[in-house]
């Protein structure tokens, strides 16, 4: 049997070597020496890098792909071969040079890593004096970036629509990029797109539809190739004055432009702070439910999820955020997946200071203890999962989706790291460090090393303060030394909701204090929510909801708070509205918890497999991968 054995295995490898030497296709690889990974990336950036890429590309609704050539100028140092990342792409052919006089050349599609997540090295033999890199290719149903909806998901149910999502490593899925936040590029594109469709990137955007659907995009300052961006779709565009604006579907052009009136003032306040935007225009991009994120920060353009359309302006700290990246993120970018803090806890420090100016401070302050009071049940989380060392600013990634260390950690430990250190140096001191921090480094890439070497020198030794960061960035939970923010606000919420579940004679409704939604702030309803019990009885749930509507609250925060309470508490009576909420609404951050509520809970379990396997359609890859994984599928 051994021996037999033995003979098998030869000849299949036998087989194998023929099978993956005949083509040049990702399906059937060549073998060949595994190409190291660093930072998450295949690519050979220290030898050749792209310094600007063009992409000349169709958008084909039809068979939902897109097709044509990335062409890539890059900076050769020497080196032979040239690699890129590829993951889910059908490559048809390389060449070198210029458009009018290419050269074909050879290519492989190496090995993968352990980790599948990763896709592929492509690797292009070159000469030493290559510059010039043209990949032609297509995407597939693999592109994990691309959303491809059918009309129904949108607003206007009438026009399909497209949009993608590159963070953290998803570019490779759609474009053939050395997939690292460490290299910055310049990019233009020329899109061929239904002419009855508007496309728009991040970079110079049209305002308005042209009859042939050919659109032209320049992005002038470098990026990393994760804020390239595309959206096509039914859109129109609506000017808010100062540089800002909205790209929306017909249907939400008012609503949209009443949402987020406050944006030029966000632009003058974030200005005002920490230097002059760097990017020319600032736009939002309200997309389908589908969209998994609350915000992207794409540069010129940033994505924004419709359920940010509350109808009172209450969830614009979203916006505040994205803008804020327009500094740290883009401007200032984290070298490596590793170092993502540097991107998001700056982002919400600031984000806190533009709404500072926006709302006052006691705003302010309310909106940092919700995210802090959210904080707090993500390191319980982490202390019980298999990886505790996540509570740590600076994580080890290696090996390890990058999409896990996109946790409140980074978000808000990283911001009350920041909030900490102002409280020590005080807020002039704290600003013109943030100020020089962004000129100093602005469009170029961070990792925690640098940021330690030039707090230090340029802030705590200046001054001769002492302050343990170490405790901060290397070490889990959050430090004693933690600023402390107060809510009197909180505090009495907080005292109502268990008052108002611990009473065992329930006083008259009218007489309750908490009787009119308007008595109070959405973050003092979703304080009141979190603190009622987790098992309160139905009895006391039907008066909540049958008064305050909780189940029918047209933000998106309140639904969800009050969907997670009413699973716990097996309050059934919400779960049709909870069930439309899954249909509806893609937002990674709502519907993952409430899956996993649903999974942990017996009596939802079955729910939760049924309700998925009908809408995971619905979702982006960024949500339904996450929401299958939770639900061991």
């Not at 100062?242 to 249907?251: A, K, L």
């Not at 969800?560 to 779960?575: L, P, Q, R």
């Amino acid at each position: 049997m051994v021996k037999n054995n033995i003979k098998l295995i030869f000849k299949l490898s036998l087989l194998a070597l023929l099978i993956f030497s005949c083509s040049n296709s990702e399906s059937e690889t060549k073998l060949q020496k595994r190409i190291p990974v660093k930072n998450h990336s295949f690519s050979n950036i220290e030898e050749i890098n792209t310094t600007h890429l063009h992409l000349d590309l169709s958008v084909d609704f039809i068979n939902k792909k897109l097709n044509g050539v990335a062409r890539h100028k890059m900076s050769n140092h020497g080196s032979n071969k040239a690699i890129f990342d590829i993951k889910g792409l059908k490559i048809h052919k390389v060449t070198t040079g210029h458009s009018e006089n290419e050269k074909a050349r050879d290519y492989k599609i190496g090995p993968g890593s352990k980790n599948p997540m990763l896709g592929h090295p492509l690797i292009v033999n070159i000469d030493k004096n290559t510059s010039f890199v043209n990949i032609y290719y297509e995407t597939t149903e693999e592109s994990e970036a691309l959303d491809w909806l059918d009309s129904a998901l949108t607003s206007s149910k009438n026009k399909p629509f497209l949009y993608t999502q590159g963070q953290a490593i998803l570019t490779r899925t759609w474009i053939p990029i050395q997939d690292a936040p460490s290299n910055r590029i310049t990019y233009s594109a020329d899109l061929k797109v239904p002419s009855d469709l508007l496309a728009v990137m991040s970079a110079s955007n049209p305002k308005e539809k042209n009859n042939e659907g050919n659109y032209h995009f320049d992005m002038k300052q470098p990026i990393p190739c994760y804020l390239i961006a595309l959206a096509v779709g039914d859109l129109v565009y609506g000017d808010l004055g100062n540089q800002t604006g909205v790209y929306c579907e017909p249907e939400l052009l008012n609503e949209s432009m009443y949402e987020f009136e406050d944006l030029p003032n966000m632009m003058k306040a974030a200005e005002k702070l920490y230097g002059k935007y760097a990017w020319d225009q600032y736009d939002l991009l309200i997309l389908p439910y589908s969209f998994p994120f609350g915000g992207m920060e794409n540069p010129r353009l940033t994505f924004a999820n419709p359920t940010l359309l509350a109808g009172d302006r209450s969830l614009v700290s979203v916006i505040a955020h994205e803008l804020a990246h327009s500094w740290s993120g883009n401007l200032v970018t984290n070298e490596t997946w590793n170092d993502f803090w540097l991107n998001e806890g700056f982002t919400v420090y600031f984000e806190n200071r533009i709404m500072e100016e926006i709302i006052g401070k006691s705003g302010a302050d309310n909106l940092a203890l919700i995210e802090f009071f959210e904080l707090q049940e993500e390191l319980e989380r982490i202390e019980n999962s298999g990886h505790p060392e996540d509570a740590h600013l600076f994580l080890d990634l290696d090996g390890r989706d990058p999409d896990d260390g996109m946790t409140d950690v980074a978000y808000v430990k990283g911001a009350f790291f920041l909030k900490t250190l102002e409280s020590n140096v005080g807020r002039d001191k704290m600003d013109v460090f943030l100020n020089n921090y962004f000129n100093h480094f602005k469009f170029t890439s961070v990792n925690t090393e640098k940021f330690v070497s030039y707090l230090e020198k340029e802030l705590l030794q200046k001054y001769s303060i002492d302050f343990n960061y170490k405790e901060w960035i290397y070490q889990p939970g959050i430090p004693q030394s933690c600023v402390d923010l107060k809510s009197d606000g909180f505090e009495n919420v907080k005292e109502m909701a268990f008052a108002f579940a611990n009473d065992s004679t329930f006083v008259k409704w009218e007489n309750v204090p908490f009787n009119k939604r308007s008595n109070y702030s959405v973050q003092e309803w979703l304080t009141f929510i979190r603190h009622l019990p987790s098992d309160i009885d139905n009895e006391r749930m039907n008066i909540l909801d049958e008064n305050l509507s909780f189940s029918e609250w047209t933000n998106a925060e309140i639904q969800f708070e009050w969907f997670m309470k009413s699973i716990s508490s097996n309050y059934t009576a919400a779960y049709p509205y909870l069930k439309s909420f899954l249909e509806k609404i893609g937002r990674r951050k709502f519907i993952l918890p409430l899956y996993e509520a649903l999974y942990e809970n017996e009596n939802t379990r079955q729910k939760a497999l049924d309700w998925f396997n009908q809408f995971k359609k619905n979702y982006h890859a960024v949500s339904s991968n996450s929401i299958a994984e939770a639900l061991k599928l």
